[in-house]
Nanobody
Framework: QVQLVESGGGLVQPGSSLRLSCAAS????????IGWFRQAPGKEREGVLC????????YYADSVKGRFTMSSDNAKNTVYLQMNSLKPEDTAVYYC????????????????WGQGTQVTVSS
């Protein structure tokens, strides 16, 4: 059965770093792109970044470019989100999802979602 499970969230201070994990099962990372999304209280879900599995291009939201990066461990079927220089406005529930990244991290193009993990950035 297709599943995505996020982990690694927590409470951190501004300027610190955090790494989130997304463990995939029921498919391989060659089949679909993995994208990261987030939703803050009272706001719409927004795309953070994704890497196309067809062309290898990385698509970033302007708000995280230069601070967030993705990596993957194909043997573990796991994708990671490295978040550096965290800001209070990064506070949100973070989700990973499987789909198509050719147009960037667009919610409508991702069909399988994890349960989310809370990231809180506060002093």
């Amino acid at each position: 059965q297709v599943q995505l499970v996020e982990s690694g969230g927590g409470l951190v201070q501004p300027g610190s770093s955090l790494r989130l994990s997304c463990a995939a099962s029921g498919f391989t990372l060659d089949d679909y792109a993995i994208g990261w999304f987030r939703q803050a209280p009272g706001k719409e879900r927004e795309g953070v970044l994704c890497i196309s599995n067809s062309n290898g291009r990385t698509y970033y939201a302007d708000s995280v470019k230069g601070r967030f990066t993705m990596s993957s461990d194909n043997a573990k079927n796991t994708v990671y989100l490295q978040m550096n220089s965290l800001k209070p406005e990064d506070t949100a529930v973070y989700y990973c999802a499987a789909g198509a990244c050719e147009l960037g991290p667009q919610t409508a193009n991702f069909g399988a979602w994890g349960q989310g993990t809370q990231v809180t950035v506060s002093s």
